[in-house]
């Protein structure tokens, strides 16, 4: 593969279903295209029903497009050859669940024909890194949903892989567990890997992502790089305040782009400095307290919202 071969090239994938309920016709994915640089993490973002997972799965040859084509490492899919170097971790994974994560790791570590000692040498690691070494003989079956996302994380990374896909990987960890994620998300990276992430955590996609790709009703929305995005996005200024009673409250919402109540604290959001100390000389008359003022740093959440609104609306 020369040095420039993007480790995925996806290239205007499209893919149409019948639905089994009167055979109706629904276009999962109309128009996705994206390339992923080796040692780069790109984020496949967009709310539910957006056509990522359809798109990961077209990638993977697990589905055929309708239209479109892709190749991983320069290599076509669906060639079996385009996924030798590759670890996948899907939204559900299902494994056998007699087994215990030590006998998994062997079995997908033979499908790499990784000698068996070598199998056990690289999942001992995986699992003890990943918080699990404790059970490492313990059934499948009777792990929690977390215990299971790190023994998929760990089957994705066996093989040492060039190309790492990860279908909402973080759900069902808790926090420590998304901060070990990232960290080897970001270790792979830095070695040389490439790495496809979708996920709706979207704080961890920023911390994580050096560019993504925000795809709604099956077309790719907005792409670009992650820190062009949110800068983008990043206008207008934060003001929290307490002690407002509704009535105020809504009374000085009518005038701010965003507002939100919790509890007794209100969250507002204007579009200039100038609106930002007129809502403040507000806030004081009506009785209340003052707790941020803050110039807006754009977010995923921003953008996915900025997204979905102006689908909605038209």
């Known amino acids: 593969m020369a040095a420039d071969t993007p480790a995925i090239e996806v290239r205007g994938f499209a893919k149409t279903f019948r639905t089994q309920f009167l055979r109706r016709r629904v276009a999962a994915v109309r128009d996705v295209s994206f390339t992923v640089p080796r040692g780069r993490i790109f984020g496949l973002l967009g709310p539910n029903g957006a056509g990522k997972t359809t798109t990961i799965k077209m990638l993977l040859g697990l589905v055929a497009p309708d239209r479109g084509s892709a190749s991983i490492l320069g290599v076509p899919v669906p060639r079996k050859e385009s996924r030798a170097r590759l670890g996948f971790l899907p939204e559900n994974p299902y494994f056998y669940d007699h ?18 000692a070598e199998c056990r040498k690289r999942g001992d690691a995986l699992l003890e890194r990943l918080g699990v070494a404790h059970a490492a003989d313990r059934p499948i079956r009777k792990l929690s949903k977390g215990m299971m996302q790190r023994v998929g994380m760990a089957q994705a990374l066996l093989a040492d892989p060039d190309v790492l896909v990860l279908d909402e990987p ?4 808790d926090p420590i567990g998304r901060k070990e994620f990232r960290d080897l998300v970001l270790e ?3 070695a040389g890997a490439a790495v496809l992430l979708s996920s709706h955590i979207l704080p961890d996609v920023e911390m994580t992502a050096d560019r993504v790709a925000i795809i709604d009703q099956g077309v790719v929305a907005d792409e670009g790089p992650l820190a062009t995005l949110l800068q983008r996005e990043a206008t207008g200024v934060d003001v929290r305040a307490a002690g407002l009673t509704e009535e105020h409250a809504a009374r000085l919402a009518e005038r701010t782009r965003r507002h939100e109540r919790r509890a007794d604290v209100d969250e507002y959001l204007v579009e200039t400095e100038a609106a930002a100390a007129e809502l403040v000389a507000e806030i004081a008359a009506a009785g209340g307290r003052l707790l941020e003022l803050a110039p807006r740093r754009g977010t995923l959440e921003d953008l996915l919202l900025r997204i979905a609104g102006r689908h909605n609306s038209s």
């Open 170 to 173: 973080l759900s069902g960890l």
């Open 99 to 116: 087994l215990s994560p030590r006998e998994l790791l062997v079995d997908y570590g033979r499908l790499f024909r990784l000698p068996d």
């Open 188 to 190: 792979r990276a830095r």
